[in-house]
Every structure is written in C-alpha cells, then in structure tokens.
C-alpha cells in the first residue's frame, strides 16, 4: 500500500501526537555524528515533547502528516499567523523513510496549499540535511542562521521560495 498524505485536521488526527513525538525526537537524533554533533542533537531535543505540547502546536499551524497504514512516518508544519506566516517551522521524517521523497512530497503538499490560500512566499532555517530538500523544491538559499539551544550552536540556511514563480 503506498504512502498516503492528509492535511492535519485536529479533530481527525490529533491521534498522531504521540507519534509525531517521537518521530521529531528519533529524526533529531538520526543527524548525529553525519550533520551535527550529538551534543548539537541532544541540546535540539534532549527527550519527546508531550502529546499534549504537539497537539497544540499543530492545532495552530497548517500541517500535512506522511502515513504508512496507520502510522505518521513524517510532517511538515506551517505557521498561520501573520507575522510568521508561510514560514515552515518544522520539515522531520521517520529514519527509516528518509531519502525516499517524504519530505519533497509535504514540501509539495505545504506549497500547492499555500498558493491555494493566496501566500506570495514560503520561508524556513533549513538545517544541514533538510537543505538540499528544499532547494530541490524551489528554495533559495539567502544567508546561514544559526540557533542557540542550550548552549549549542546550530548553523542552518534561511531560505525562501516565492510561490508566483512556480
């Protein structure tokens, strides 16, 4: 049975927080030693949010879940309100389904959405491994950002993707 892709609705999916979870936790740490260091990862996220903590996060944001039958195998996450609008604040897959076109495919899904909805631009910080992703969706790369968790310094790529041009 092939992937299937749906558009985060609370009332249908809240279900999948426990999962999303430890997909966020699991694909932090998939970076280790490869991206960023384990310090770097464990600062990112040292154990799973709470259910609770991404129920209402993703009760406030537009998101697509990846699902393999019933399980959430990856998510895309846009910010709504205004001043953060189109900006992707989280882009994770599962280990075990990464570099099988997930990610392209909810980039895909968070872009015809958008345009749908009449945003002129998505934006994110792409991390070391993400990036490649996004540019092959149309992102630019504009300058490196770095993030401080706990101490550690996380270097990442602002990039953005105007919506008219595709």
Do not use: N
């Not at 129920?55 to 990856?74: N, P, T, Y």
């Not at 895309?76 to 604040?89: A, K, P, T």
């Not at 994770?92 to 749908?116: D, E, H, K």
């Amino acid at each position: 049975m092939p992937l299937s892709y749906v558009h985060y609705a609370h009332q249908h999916h809240r279900h999948y927080a426990a999962q999303i979870a430890t997909l966020y936790h699991q694909a932090v740490h998939a970076q280790s030693g490869g991206f960023y260091s384990q310090q770097q990862c464990a600062a990112w996220s040292s154990a799973p949010r709470s259910h609770k903590f991404w129920q209402l996060r993703l009760k406030h944001a537009e998101a697509w879940l990846a699902l393999d039958h019933q399980q959430c195998i990856g998510f895309i996450q846009l910010e709504r309100r205004y001043h953060d609008r189109g900006y992707v604040s989280c882009l994770y897959v599962a280990p075990a389904y990464q570099r099988r076109g997930v990610a392209a495919t909810l980039i895909r899904q968070a872009q015809a959405w958008s345009r749908t909805a009449g945003w002129l631009r998505l934006t994110t910080d792409a991390s070391l491994q993400s990036q490649s992703v996004f540019a092959r969706q149309g992102f630019v790369r504009r300058h490196k950002s770095y993030q401080e968790k706990r101490g550690q310094q996380l270097l990442g790529f602002k990039m953005s993707c105007d919506l008219s041009a595709h």
